[in-house]
């Protein structure tokens, strides 16, 4: 079944130790981002990566990392987490290196909570 | 700088008759526009899009949305509206001028009601 996959699904951790939460997409898609969505916000695009080794900031980088090492995984690092990164996370996958054209396929979500 | 409104937050309709999300984009080149579904604690689906062919798109569900470049504006419309419409609609832009970025909406949360 094609579908992008995100772990944890839960969590919530204290603030300044360090966390990642992995995303990976069996869809052989070159273009991958992530997202955080906050009531009234929408979604912001944190950074997205357009092939591997390939990584760019979106709307609201600050306080995360990513890497793409490998096309299937894109995770996000969050060194030092604040409270203000309570957040629920989504990780996307598209086809192609743009996301213009392209759907998007989502991942279920990552509800963070920063104690 | 591309962006996005929506310019209801919540939208609440009785079952039959129709739908009418509305959205505005501001975009400094020719767009692509989305619309995206999310149902409650799931993540978010495709409806449809433009992307400079027809003017008139047709998503699934039967949903469609009308480009209008004069008026800057990609509404959602449905004829009747079915209890499982019941979600959470984002209108989304893309332009390639944004480096590939995706601006999403607040979102408009549909209520349908009995």
């Known amino acids: 079944e094609a579908q992008v996959t995100q772990n944890p699904r839960y969590l919530i951790t204290v603030t300044g130790k360090k966390l990642t939460v992995t995303c990976s997409q069996n869809?052989?898609?070159?273009?991958m981002s992530w997202y955080r969505q906050d009531p009234g916000l929408g979604l912001r695009q944190i950074y997205y990566?357009?092939?591997?080794?390939?990584?760019d900031k979106g709307d609201v980088p600050e306080g995360y990392k990513v890497s793409r090492k490998e096309k299937r995984n894109f995770p996000l690092i969050l060194e030092s987490p604040s409270p203000n990164q309570t957040s629920l996370y989504f990780c996307?996958?598209?086809?192609?290196?743009?996301?213009?054209?392209?759907?998007?396929?989502f991942g279920p979500g990552t509800r963070l909570t920063v104690l | 700088a591309q962006s996005v409104t929506q310019l209801d937050s919540h939208v609440s309709v009785s079952e039959g008759t129709p739908v009418l999300l509305r959205c505005n984009y501001s975009s400094s080149y020719s767009p692509s526009l989305f619309w995206y579904v999310q149902h409650p604690n799931k993540g978010l689906q495709l409806l449809l899009k433009y992307t400079s062919a027809a003017t008139l798109v047709k998503g699934i569900n039967g949903f469609e949305a009308e480009f209008k470049k004069s008026e800057t504006s990609f509404h959602l419309t449905k004829p009747s509206a079915h209890m499982s419409d019941a979600a959470e609609y984002f209108c989304?832009?893309?332009?390639?001028?944004?480096?590939?970025?995706?601006?999403f909406g607040g979102g408009t949360r549909l209520m349908v009601k009995p």
């Open positions: 990566s357009m092939n591997v080794e390939v990584t």
């Open positions: 996307a996958s598209s086809e192609g290196q743009g996301a213009g054209y392209n759907e998007q396929f």
């Open positions: 989304v832009v893309s332009d390639y001028n944004a480096g590939n970025m995706l601006t």
């Open positions: 869809m052989n898609h070159e273009y």
